[in-house]
């Protein structure tokens, strides 16, 4: 049996319980010790209830105006609290507590940078799990994150040395900055054609594994109109324009907008538009979708994809819009980011349910995933971590 530590640090803290909590379960159903250490303490109750120990995840402090747009992997984490020296090295102290206390014979890291530099220096082995984003691509300097701004060698080798500086530590020439956040495996909870940093040649690809809720249980209603299923985020200022729009077309649409008023749902609701103040059961409506609406978050994205059904995409996210340009090269998806929105959102999604390139390449990318499990993903994830461990 293994002592094995699930970390987590930044990004949006239930995806990564989403992904971890299955992986946990998988882990310890063939006997295996799994504790877990999350940045939001809020969010440890999952894993109490599900019988695991957890902690709080030590925290850097955040600068006060972080840079308007990363450049690079080191920019990110120089964004994130990196480029405050004093205080990374206060979190690195923190680490080295709780590994010391814990004792794990591997580290688990779901966009956990600090817990991946505090068990590299214990000299514990190391895995690293996620969606691909987290995941810096080696290169000296760390490849543009947007290549479309085209920054020069010089400003990505900046940021570079910025974070190696920060960090008090040199990285290994070939693989520059990110052999500093090297791991024995890099276990990619995605398909290589999804990765928002792009297909990586032997990566270890096993597929999403995501848990998440199920949410409400609706059954479409019409085998006549179009059928439009969308999760939204209700921060996103062009949602309250989106239903103008569902609502004057001749399709059925199911809206769920996790954290809506359930007056305001159902004020924005008619006879041919359903709107859920809360999750629904994307997977299932997913099965009768003309058109999936979202902001390129990666499950219902995955989800999507596997169900082979087109995707207007609406980005909110660097992590997203990555992913989102993906699924749109694959061409599978049209995009429209918050600076690029179209001013007819009605004509924009009218486009995309008329096209039939993108139902087919939809279709395409179904047939090359049929028969994906995400219980044998985890499985497989599990097994990896474990062989690790040993």
Request: one cysteine or more; charged letters at 20%.
């Amino acid at each position: 049996m293994a002592r094995i530590l699930c970390a987590w640090e930044f990004g949006s803290g239930a995806a990564h319980l989403a992904r971890l909590l299955p992986i946990a379960r998988a882990l310890r159903a063939t006997g295996h010790d799994v504790s877990f250490a999350f940045r939001d303490a809020h969010l440890l109750a999952a894993p109490s209830d599900a019988g695991f120990e957890a902690f709080p995840a030590p925290k850097l402090r955040e600068p006060r105006k972080p840079g308007p747009a990363p450049l690079n992997f080191s920019d990110t984490l120089l964004n994130l609290g990196y480029a405050d020296a004093a205080g990374l090295a206060g979190a690195m102290r923190a680490w080295h507590a709780l590994l010391g206390l814990l004792r794990p014979q591997i580290v688990v890291c779901d966009d956990a940078p600090t817990a991946l530099l505090a068990s590299r220096r214990e000299s514990i082995p190391r895995a690293t799990v996620g969606g691909g984003f987290p995941m810096p691509i080696a290169g000296d300097p760390a490849p543009a994150l947007r290549a479309w701004t085209r920054p020069s060698p010089e400003e990505l080798r900046a940021r570079d040395e910025a974070l190696i500086a920060a960090i008090g530590a040199a990285p290994e020439k070939a693989e520059g900055v990110a052999g500093l956040f090297a791991a024995q495996a890099d276990i990619l909870c995605t398909f290589a054609e999804l990765d928002p940093l792009g297909p990586r040649p032997g990566g270890e690809y096993v597929g999403p594994v995501e848990d998440s809720a199920d949410g409400a249980e609706i059954a479409w209603r019409s085998s006549a109109l179009p059928r439009v299923l969308a999760s939204l985020d209700p921060r996103d200022a062009r949602v309250p324009r989106l239903l103008d729009a569902l609502r004057a077309m001749p399709v059925e649409a199911v809206v769920a907008i996790p954290g809506l008023d359930a007056a305001a749902a159902g004020a924005a609701s008619s006879a041919a538009l359903r709107v859920v103040p809360g999750p629904a059961n994307i997977a299932a409506l997913l099965e009768g979708a003309t058109l999936l609406l979202c902001h390129a978050t990666s499950d219902p994205v995955a989800r999507a994809w596997i169900a082979g059904v087109p995707m207007a995409l609406l980005p909110l996210q660097l992590e997203d819009h990555l992913r989102a340009l993906r699924v749109a090269d694959a061409g599978a998806a049209v995009v429209a980011a918050p600076e690029d929105s179209p001013a007819d959102l009605r004509a924009w999604l009218a486009a995309a349910l008329a096209r039939e390139e993108l139902r087919v390449a939809a279709r395409v990318g179904a047939i090359r995933h049929r028969g994906f499990s995400r219980a044998a993903a985890c499985s497989q994830a599990a097994q990896r971590i474990a062989t690790l461990a040993s």
